[in-house]
C-alpha cells in the first residue's frame, strides 16, 4: 500500500495569540492510500475545510506535519505537491475561472505550461470523462450547479493528479446535481484508480466509503468503516450528524417489534433481513 | 435584464468581419479613429461613408442594431451639428433672419464633424457588435504584450478583464437578489421619498461588498491550489489565429488612407 | 472572523488580482442595473450608482484599485453600451479619478477611515473627471462648447455618488472584513 | 389572510427580445393558517411564484390576491409596503442579506422600515434571538463575525420580526448540517403549529414536504401541474417520475417492502415512524392469521 497522504498530530490554530481559543484543528493524524475514499465527516465548524487548507499548503500547522506522498509538505515544494492534488468546493459558482468550460477545464493547465496541443488533447478527454463534452464552449452561467461541479472536477483531473479532494462539493447542489457528480467520480474511481477524499456532512454520501474520519469540534472523535463509525449511533446525532436512513429504520423496527438479525446500513441489507427473519421461514 | 446586460452588444455571427482575428479588428479601428482626422473636403469625407458603409455590409450586422446602438448618441450629434452652425462665422451667409445667420463654413463644419462622429460610432460599434468582450480582451493582451518590458502587467490585467467579465453575470444576479430581500423587509431602492431611497443603498451595498469579497476569496484559493502563480512560464489555450483576411483587411485600411492623403486640400 | 495569515506572497498577489477583477465587475453593475430615481429631469432622472461604488472601492481599497476598478469598470460599460467610442477617454477620466480619490482617503496612513478626508477626496475628484472628459470630448468634436453640454449631467451623477458613497463607505469601514 | 392566484403568467424582461416566461396560467389558492410545501425540479419556476406572493414581482397575465388586496397584470400596484409586511419571505442563503453592525440592529431592521418603534423592535429581536436558538449575547456581536449556520439564524430572526401573517421560505436549510436542518425545520413547524402561522414551504427535499406540509403543489416548466395532500401526491410514483421528482425515500422503501411482502399496506407511509408502525402492525396480523 502506498500512502498518499497523511497527517500527523497536526494543529492549526486561526488565532494563536489567544491559546484559550479552540484550536480548529487539533492534534489529528490519519493517512491515506492509493486507491482508497476516505470521507471526512463533522458538524458546521468542526474543522473540515481548514484540513483541506492544511493539504493544499493555503496554511501551514503549527505543531506536527503534514506529508503528501510521503513528503513533508514545505514552501519549498508547495507547487510541485498541488499539481498531484485536485480540489473542488463547495460553491460552484467561485471557483470558475474561464469564461467557457473549456477555458476553465484548461486554467491548470496553463498554469503548469503544458504544450497547446497536449492541452488540446487533455481538456476533451477530462470533460468527456465527466461527460460534459458537449458542452465546450457554454458559459458558466448556463450551467447547472451539478454540471459546473463536474467541470471543477474535470479541471482537477485533466492534470492527472494522484488524490481528488470533494470540499463538500455537493452541498450546495439539488439532489439531481448531488447525484450527478457522485456517479461522476464514483465512475472516474473505476475508469482511472482514483483516490478520492470527500468531505461532506451528508451520511449517505459518506457510505460509499471505505473509511470514515469523525470530526468533532477540531479533533478526530473517531475512524474506520462505514459500519463502525455508524455503529456509533447517537455519538453521531449529539455530535451534529445523522444516522443513515436504513439504520434509522433498523432501530425503528427494532423498537416497534419487527424481528430482525441485526443493524443494517444499506437498504437491500434490511430488506432481506426483514424478508429472512420475518417471511422466509 | 440580465441576458440583454451579458452579451452586451455582441451578436454572434460569421460574417467576414465577425472572422477576424481581434487583433486585427483592434489594430483597424485604432488606425481608423487617426485616419478619420485626415479628411477635410467633401471628397474625402465621401470616401470616409463608402468605406464605412461596405464594413457595416461586410459584417452583416442587421441595421436595426447599428440603429438603435445609436441612440443614446443621436442628441449629440445634433447638438454638435447645431453649434457649428450657429456659432461659426466664416464664409459667404447662406441664410439670414434676423440677428441669426447661417454662415457656408459653419454648415461645412458642422456637416464634416457629424460625419465624422457618426463613422467613428458606427466603426467602434461594429467592433463590439462583432467581437465578444473575451475575445477583445485576447487581442488587447497580445497587442500589449510588447509593453511587459516596461513593467507592465499585461498578462494580470488581461486576465483581470476576464475574471470580471466572467463574475459579471453572477454578481448581477446577487445584486437582484439582495435587492429583493431588502425589499421583502421594508426598504425599497425605487419608491419612496429621496431620502428613504438614499438610505436603501446601504442595505443593498454592505452585503454586495461582503459578497464580492468573500467571492474573491474563494476564487483566489481556487485558482491556487490549481497552481497559478502569475503569469510566467504559463501557456495559452486560447489561441488567436492571424488569416489572409486579416492581412486584407489592414491592406484596405492602408490602401483607404492612401486615398485620403492623396484627395485630402 | 481574523483574516487567514498570507503564508506565501503569491497568496496576496493572486488575491489582490482576483479583488480588482471583482472590483471591476462591482463598478460594472453598479453603472448598469443600479439607478436612483431623481425628482429632475436630466436623462429621465435616472442616475446610475456606478460612480458611487468607484467612490466607495477607492476608498475601501485605496487609489490602485480604485483606478483599475473605476477605468476597466466603467471602460467595459462603454464598450458594451452604444458608448464604444467613448471608452478610452472614459480609462483615463475615471482612472484619474479613482486614483485621486484613493490617494486623497488613504494619504498619511488613514486608509479610508477619516469622514472628513473621504469627502473631500470624492469633491476634490470632480473636476479632474470634468476637465479628463471636457479635453477628450472637445478634440472629438472639434469644438470647446459641445462638451460642456456634457457637465450637468456629470455634476449630478457625481453628487449623488458622493452623497451614497459617503455613508456606506462609514458602514462598510465596521465591518472586519475592510477595516 | 389568504392567497390566490388567479391564471398567473409570468415572463422575465418583458416587451424586449430576451423575453421569457417562466410562468404559464398558474392557478394556486393558499389558505389561511395551511403549511403548503412547492415542489419541482430545477428551473420549474418555484422562486418566480414565490415572489408574487408579496408582490416583488408582479404577473404579466392573470391576478394575485393577497388578503384584501388584489395585483392584477398591468394595472399600476402602489403602497405594497403592508403587503410585504404582512408576507415574509426567507429566501434561499438568507445570511447574504445582513449589512449591520450589530445582529441585534440587523434583526431590527425589517420591522422599523414597518413603523415599528425601536422599543417594541428591540423587545422582538431579544425574544426572537432566543427562538432561533442563539444566545443573547449574539445579539452585540457583528453579524459578520458568526459561522455560517448562525449567520442564518440571524437572518431568519430578521424577517420573523416583522411578524408576519405569513411566511415563505425558499430552501431554508440548504448548506446547513444534519442537525442545523433539523432544528431550523421543527422551529417552524412549532411556530406554524402554535401561531397558526401560514407557511409555504419551497423545497428540493421531499422528505421536508412529506413530513411537515398539509398540501403539496408541484412545478414543472412554469406551470402548476399537480396539487394535492402528501398522501395524493406521493401515492403516484410515476406521474412524479413524469415531472423529474422522485417520492420520498421512505415512500421508495416502502413500496420495497410491499413488493417483498406481496400485499400492500393500509395506506402510504410520509414519516419513518408511521412506517415502522405500519409495518409492525401488517406482520402482526400476518401471524395472527396464520
Ligand atoms: N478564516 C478564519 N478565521 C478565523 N477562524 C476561522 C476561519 N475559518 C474557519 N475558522 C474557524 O475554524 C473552525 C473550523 O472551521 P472550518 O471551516 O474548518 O469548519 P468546517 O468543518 O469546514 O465547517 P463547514 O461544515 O461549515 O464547512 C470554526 O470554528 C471556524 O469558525
Ligand atoms: N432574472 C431572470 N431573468 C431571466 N430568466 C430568469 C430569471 N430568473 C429565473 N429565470 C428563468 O425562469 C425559470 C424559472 O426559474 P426559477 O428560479 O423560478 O426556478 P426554480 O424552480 O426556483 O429553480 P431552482 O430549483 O433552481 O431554484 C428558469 O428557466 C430560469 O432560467
Ligand atoms: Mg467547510
Ligand atoms: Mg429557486
Redo the contacts between chains.
Sequence with gaps: MTEILSFQNVSFSYTPDQPDKRKAVQNVSFSVNEGEWIAIVGHNGSGKSTMVKLVSGLLFPQEGEVRVMRNVLTEENLWETRSNIGMVFQNPDNQFVGATVQDDVAFALENSGVPYEEMVERVHTSLSQVKMDKFLNHEPHHLSGGQKQRVAIAGAIAMKPKLLILDEATSMLDPQGRDEVLKTVRELRKEIGLTVLSITHDVEEALFADRILFMNDGKKYAEGTPSEIFALGDKLIEFGLELPFAMRMTKLFQLKGVQLAGQHMTEEELVNDLWTSNFNK | MMEKMIFGRYIPGDSFVHKLDPRSKLVFVFAFIIVVFLANNVMTYAFLIVFTLLVIFMSRIRLYFLLNGLKPIIFLLVFTFLIHIFFTREGDILFELGFFKIYEEGLRQGVFISIRFLVLVLMTSILTLTTSPISITDGIEVLLNPLKKLKLPVHELALMMSIALRFIPTLMDETDKIMKAQMARGSDLSAGPMKERIKAVVPLLVPLFVSAFKRAEDLATAMEVRGYRGGEGRTRYRQLEWHWQDTISLILLVAMTILLVLYRS | ??K??N??N??S???D??????????V??AT???N????ITANGGLVH?GT??LF?TSI?FGPKKGA?AGA??MG?FD???????W?PFTLVARGLQGYVVGKIAWSKGRNGSSITFNLFATILSVPVMLVGYYICEGI????W??PV?SIPGNIVQNVVGI??AI??CA??K?????K | MDIKLQQVSYAYSMGTPFEKYALFDVDLTIPHGTYQAIIGHTGSGKSTILQHFNGLLKPSKGQVHIGDRLIVAGKKAKELKPIRQKVGIVFQFPEHQLFEETVLKDIMFGPMNFGVSAEVAQKRARDLIKLVGLSEETLDKSPFDLSGGQMRRVAIAGVLAMEPEVIVLDEPTAGLDPRGQREIMDMFYSLHKERQLTTILVTHSMEDAARYADNIAIMHEGKCVLSGTPREIFADSKTLEQYRLEPPHIVRFQAKIERLMNQPLSRICLTEEELADEVARALREGRDKQ
Design positions: 472572523m481574523q487567514i495569515q503564508h506565501s503569491t497568496r498577489q493572486t488575491f488580482m482576483v479583488l480588482s477583477a471583482m472590483l471591476i465587475a462591482l460594472f453593475v448598469v442595473f443600479l436612483i430615481k431623481l425628482p450608482l458611487a461604488m466607495i475601501l483599475i476597466i469598470g467595459l464598450l458594451i453600451s452604444g458608448w464604444t467610442l471608452a472629438l468634436f472639434h469644438n462648447i459641445v453640454a452623497v451614497v455613508p456606506v458602514v462598510l465596521k465591518v472586519s472584513f475592510f
